[in-house]
């Protein structure tokens, strides 16, 4: 096992505000169908009434964040554009402790429209404090992509960075982010079972996360032994219970894509899809719930649709907050 890393105190895992935004454009994306094997066409349904739908397990989640004591900055779709998955707003944008706003380049033409500069400023006008932006998105023009806490699964605590290479992760990037951001690398292969074929997974978020006590991962999919030994001993330094998933469960009912957040009143919150949840045998279930609170919600259409689920929908807002004379926020664009 590695020497454990350095706690740094002065970081937290957990938010106790994210980022939404509206799926009022959602679709089936074939340009990101083509490496993200998670997404699923529902035949029969009518795009207007998948959007019904879509909006209205949304809109639940919304309300059960809130009442779960989450601040939810709720942003709308970009408009006049085509952005079928601007649900997930994680993979453009991150928001760090220090002030800093993170944007990302992004493979897929059509998600690119997701990045906009007032969505930044409805975050400022919520009372949090931007010191400045990095924009990595002009490696777009050398096909070098890097999505966010899509492509990166991050312990804030011990500076660690997971990251599972694939089209839309690329090795090159991972290490330029780590040394802008002061974090350690941790890169490696997962792959699933596409049609007797070993396909890469498209983003690391979908195979394991990383909460304050727990780390959910599908260590199954990591093919290498000495990748998935190295991988585990990393997580294991941290002193969190591992909470190891299997590929059925990853790749068909998305448990490893799941967030813990923490509520104003300083409460660990692990929010999961409801299909998520009813995947987890009893001891997963138990290990999970030792973490404080689950929050379970159903966002099928979003799941089947978008091939990405709660943790895909929640970027989390660790920015600094300005002073208690800062006008009252206003939790919409």
Not at 21 to 32: D, Y
Not at 47 to 58: D, G, K, L, W
Not at 153 to 170: G, K, M, P, Q, Y
Not at 291 to 313: F, P
């Amino acid at each position: 096992m590695s020497v454990p890393p350095k706690i740094n105190v002065a970081h937290r895992q957990l938010a106790n505000a994210v980022l939404m935004v509206e799926p009022t454009g959602i679709r089936f994306n074939s340009q990101t169908a083509k490496d993200n094997h998670f997404q699923r066409e529902l035949a029969g349904i009518a795009v207007a009434e998948m959007r019904v739908r879509a909006q209205h397990e949304f809109s639940r989640l919304v309300s059960e964040l809130r009442d779960a004591g989450i601040q939810v900055l709720v942003a709308t779709a970009p408009e006049n554009c085509d952005a079928p998955d601007a649900v997930f707003p994680n993979n453009w944008i991150t928001f760090h402790e220090d002030g800093t706003v993170v944007l990302y380049p992004m493979m897929a033409e059509n998600r690119r429209t997701e990045r906009r500069h007032d969505i930044i400023e409805l975050v400022r006008m919520n009372g949090y404090t931007v010191e400045k932006v990095v924009d990595f998105s002009a490696w777009e023009s050398n096909a070098t992509f890097l999505e966010g806490t899509g492509s990166l699964v991050l312990d804030r605590i011990h500076r660690l960075a997971f990251a599972s290479l694939s089209e839309r992760t690329h090795e090159v990037a991972v290490h330029r982010w780590c040394a802008r951001m002061q974090f350690k690398p941790v890169v490696f292969c997962a792959r699933q079972s596409i049609q007797n074929d070993r396909k890469s997974i498209y983003h690391t978020n979908v195979m394991m996360s990383i909460g304050g006590t727990w780390a959910v991962i599908c260590a199954a999919s990591i093919d290498d032994p000495s990748q998935r030994k190295r991988v585990l001993d990393e997580l294991a330094s941290t002193g969190r219970t591992i909470i190891e998933i299997s590929e059925y469960q990853m790749s068909e009912c998305f448990a490893g894509n799941l967030l813990q957040l923490c509520s104003q009143d300083g409460q660990p919150l692990t929010v999961v899809s409801q299909v998520a949840f009813d995947s987890l045998n009893p001891a997963q279930k138990h290990s999970l719930s030792c973490g404080g609170r689950i929050l379970t919600t159903d966002i099928r259409t979003i799941e089947s649709c978008g091939g990405g689920s709660v943790r895909c929908m929640l970027a989390e807002i660790l920015l600094p907050t300005l002073s208690h004379n800062a006008p009252k926020p206003s939790l919409r664009s």
